[in-house]
């Protein structure tokens, strides 16, 4: 683990990641490795989701070999959440960090999972019930780039492999900015770009021929985990997503590659 600081309810409600601006409609934009109209983006990638969401705790363990378990207790550590506090958990998927962060908060605290995908967001929920934990914890379907809440609102937000998929980031992180509370910090854990060559090399021979067989093997999809592995390609680099959270306000930006950057941790505060 290595740092690089460059600077210092329960009902979902139907939405999507991607705006319905007719603007949006006219121009292209990444789906993997291909390029499709922005506003089929976040159809095309509620379908990926639609279908891997019930063996989506399963293939995380086995693509990860648990290690992705280790990215989110760092994640949470670093939050510096604390009792009483409320968090928004965007992306949250099956509920990992929503799950940690409604224990930390307490009962004067409050905790939203919001995605983008209801079979996601059910498979979530009903884990999260088995386990016990309720009360506090409220699910939201969420459009990223048009956040459903309040101006500051929230002490902090953590968005966990989810940035990716968003069809525009930069409005999503400004939305994000607007519905946190000043002193409030943002957390966006996703992959981003392995730090020597050696590494990149034995992560693209995983990534586009393990990966894929894993998902045919035990999701019977390969094709979704392509789109998975090839849309971490096209994620903006560690230092180019730290720019884009400063280009819409935050400021003492920094990162912590982990896994010798196949993943980071970015950390913004808005003051």
Request: neutral net charge.
């Amino acid at each position: 683990m290595s740092t690089n600081t460059q600077h210092d309810q329960d009902t979902p409600q139907e939405a999507v990641l991607a705006s319905s601006n007719p603007e949006q409609a006219s121009h292209k934009t990444d789906f993997g490795f291909s390029q499709v109209d922005a506003s089929q983006k976040a159809d095309m990638v509620a379908d990926v989701f639609h279908s891997v969401a019930a063996k989506y705790d399963v293939m995380n363990d086995l693509m990860s070999m648990g290690v992705h378990r280790l990215w989110k207790r760092y994640t949470i550590d670093c939050s510096g959440v604390r009792a009483g506090q409320k968090v928004l958990d965007l992306a949250g998927g099956t509920g990992d960090l929503a799950a940690k962060f409604s224990r930390i908060v307490g009962n004067k605290g409050q905790v939203i999972l919001a995605d983008i995908n209801h079979s996601m967001l059910n498979v979530g929920k009903e884990k999260l019930l088995n386990m016990g934990i309720l009360g506090n914890l409220h699910y939201v379907q969420a459009n990223a780039e048009a956040l459903p809440f309040p101006d500051n609102h929230f002490d902090l937000i953590t968005i966990a492999f989810g940035l990716r998929n968003v069809t525009d980031k930069s409005k999503a992180l400004a939305s994000m900015y607007r519905v946190l509370k000043p002193g409030g910090r943002l957390l966006v854990l996703e992959f981003s770009k392995p730090t020597t060559q050696a590494l990149s090399k034995v992560y693209d021979a995983y990534s586009f021929y393990l990966l894929p067989q894993m998902g045919k093997l035990v999701a019977n999809d390969s094709e979704s985990y392509r789109y998975l592995a090839e849309s971490i390609r096209m994620h903006p680099d560690q230092d180019t997503l730290e720019q884009m959270m400063k280009d819409v306000g935050f400021e003492q930006t920094s990162y912590t590659n982990l896994t010798g950057g196949i993943v980071a941790l970015h950390r913004g505060f808005k003051f």
